[in-house]
């Protein structure tokens, strides 16, 4: 009943920014966490970023001061700012909700930071 639907992935260059949102729609009335995971080829998912309803924006070493995590709880939507993209950002990016001990998945968008 849960979903979770991810949007704006794309092609760009190296420098360059992305916006990724995430829509959750279903029964929950609002998620506890809510961020994104990605995976590149070949290795393992990781925990990019996320964020407690009325929190800050926790983030893994690696985006700190490039990636900026925001929540509307209202509109029940997440997403993510992507400045200053390298090569090595280039993966899926997955959003992700967790309530009550559950764990919620979206699809996954690509994202490929190339030249």
């Known amino acids: 009943q849960e979903q979770l639907v991810e949007s704006g992935g794309g092609l760009v260059q190296p420098g360059g920014s992305l916006r990724l949102s995430c829509a959750h729609s279903g029964s929950i009335f609002n998620m506890y966490i809510m961020g994104w995971y990605r995976q590149a080829p070949g290795k393992q998912r990781e925990l990019v970023a996320r964020m407690k309803g009325g929190g800050s924006g926790e983030y893994v070493d690696s985006v700190k001061g490039r990636f900026t995590i925001s929540r509307d709880n209202h509109l029940k939507t997440v997403s993510l700012q992507m400045n200053s993209l390298k090569p090595e950002d280039t993966a899926v990016y997955y959003c992700?909700?967790?309530?009550?001990?559950?764990?919620?998945w979206g699809q996954g968008t690509q994202v490929t930071v190339s030249s």
């Open positions: 992700y909700g967790q309530e009550s001990g559950v764990t919620y």
